[in-house]
């Protein structure tokens, strides 16, 4: 098994670190969505709050527009710009802009880069293991705890399919 690198010392401490001292990672689907990213708060130790640093290229879109239902998240642009689609609107966000997204809040969010130049930012995020994720444009709701996804579509009344005698 190999261990991720991290700012753990050789007594189990977590020690300051450099940005820079945290690995990329990155991911793409098609042409429409990629990022790289470093997991800052991972690299760091911690479990309950996610800080990760992500590049987001011109033309591209970090992920599907989604919202949470028990995990917030805040977004600080470090370095350049790109358009969030909240909901039914898109506001230009510039370096030093910040947002949050509420838990609950059902609008989804999506970060799209429309510039020709690089946007460097900082997302913070509870790590809540037993979230559930909406996913407005495709009908998918992922289920963090058992990582599956569903068709939103496909919901049930409460007693539909049990047998009442």
């Known amino acids: 098994m190999t261990t991720k690198p991290s700012s753990k010392n050789a007594d189990g401490i977590f020690e300051p670190f450099s940005v820079n001292d945290v690995p990329w990672e990155e991911y793409s689907q098609g042409e ?22 992500e590049v987001l290229e011109p033309g591209k879109q970090a992920y599907p527009a989604h919202y949470h239902m028990l995990e917030e998240e805040h977004l600080l642009v470090l370095e350049g710009g790109l358009t969030l689609r909240l909901g039914d609107k898109s506001y230009e966000l510039a ?23 690089p946007c460097r930012y900082l997302i913070i995020g509870e790590r809540n293991p037993n979230d559930v994720i909406v996913y407005p444009d495709s009908g998918r709701v992922g289920v963090r705890l058992t990582g599956e996804g569903y068709r939103k579509s496909a919901t049930m009344d409460y007693w539909e399919g049990e047998d009442p005698k």
């Not at 990213?37 to 800080?51: A, P």
Request: aromatic share 12%; proline share 2%; with cysteine.
């Open 32 to 53: 429409r969505f990629g990022i790289r990213f470093r997991q800052l708060g991972e690299f760091g130790g911690c479990s309950h709050v996610g800080v990760c640093m």
């Open 95 to 117: 370096t030093n802009d910040y947002v949050c997204f509420p838990a609950g809040q059902k609008a989804g969010h999506a970060l799209i880069n429309n510039s020709d130049e």
